[in-house]
């Protein structure tokens, strides 16, 4: 059987990857933490791709050649990290075919007991794709080493009773640094991130001008992030960094400027604008518009007249 006609392959624990990457059975039945250069799999046994039960986060160091980042490449070979969430698809073509580094592999139920397993929801880049990894510079990748480290000695030297309050605490650690470090990539690559903020704007316009929204209704921040190649989570952190506004603020705030605009220039009725901007009832048009102005469409209508 041809890779292309294997089914996704899902792995429900630790113990089942490790058998799969030719290593030794975990420490922890619900932590481990493999080495790249100790792996050994054929991924032609994978068919499409893996779905994971557990999180996993991976960092990478000694990358060759260029990385593909958003829609373009850059020379970064310092090293990355990227952030899978249980339930997801990872695909097997992997564009940085040549490094080593670590992976970090955490199943829910190693966190359950923790105010972690709900909080670590809330860290936007495990929803982030493949394209958006978080590259670190010299002393970022110092600095994450030494939580992996720090999370193996624990593994290796002590499983007790105070092992898991320790590693949850060193896996809050890594989280946080990610954030932080995620925080700076959005400032450093700017350039790159105003460029997306431009082809959004693009998008809106056209979306709205070429009657887009009549016939498909109000764009929603999936078809967006889509459009642009990117995660919606992404998406949204990365112009709430840069504006302060998340992504479905940004498509309220084109979808009021375009309302404003039928509503100064022309005859058209506040219903009609409203099935123009893509709302299936007036009232709801009505309700947003009240919200974001603090005046309703007919009210601001007059003000103009």
């Known amino acids: 059987m041809k890779k292309g006609d294997q ?30 250069s100790d792996v050994k799999v054929d991924t032609s046994q994978l068919g499409k791709g893996i779905v994971l039960d557990f999180y996993k986060i991976s960092f990478k160091s ?13 020379d970064f070979e310092e090293g990355g990290m990227s952030f899978i969430a249980p339930g997801q698809l990872l695909r097997l073509i992997d564009e940085e075919a040549d490094y080593a580094g670590m992976s970090l592999h955490i199943h829910p139920d190693f966190i359950r007991p923790y105010a972690l397993h709900k909080t670590i929801k809330q860290y936007g880049f495990f929803s982030y794709t493949a394209a958006e990894a978080l590259y670190l510079s010299e002393k970022e990748k110092e600095t ?21 309050d320790v590693i949850i605490s060193q896996i809050e650690l ?19 991130n105003n460029d997306l903020l431009s082809r959004m704007e693009a998008l809106l316009d056209h979306y709205f001008n070429e009657a887009d929204a009549l016939r498909k ?9 889509s459009a642009l190649n990117v995660s919606p989570g992404y998406l949204s952190d990365m112009l709430r960094n840069l504006t302060g506004l998340n ?5 309220h705030q084109k979808l009021i400027e375009k309302a404003k605009e039928y509503l100064t220039t022309g005859n058209l009725s506040v219903a009609e604008i409203a099935y ?29 007249n």
């Open 62 to 74: 000694n990358f060759h050649g260029k990385i593909r980042y958003g829609q373009g490449f850059y």
């Open 174 to 192: 890594l989280l946080n640094y990610s954030n932080r470090f995620y925080n700076r990539q959005f400032l450093t690559r700017k350039a790159v």
């Open 247 to 251: 992504a479905q603020q940004h498509i």
């Open 276 to 304: 123009r901007l893509g709302f299936e009832r007036p009232q709801a048009f009505s309700k947003m518009f009240k919200q974001k102005t603090d005046q309703t469409p007919l009210e601001f209508k007059r003000s103009f």
């Open 217 to 225: 209704g109000l764009p929603g921040v999936q078809y967006v992030a």
């Open 7 to 36: 089914p996704v392959h899902i792995f429900h624990s630790l113990s089942e990857l490790h058998r799969a990457v030719g290593q030794p059975q975990p420490q922890h039945p619900l932590i481990s933490i493999v080495n790249y």
């Open 144 to 164: 994450i080493m030494t939580v992996f480290n720090s999370i193996q000695q624990e593994l290796n030297e002590r499983i007790d009773r105070f092992s898991q």
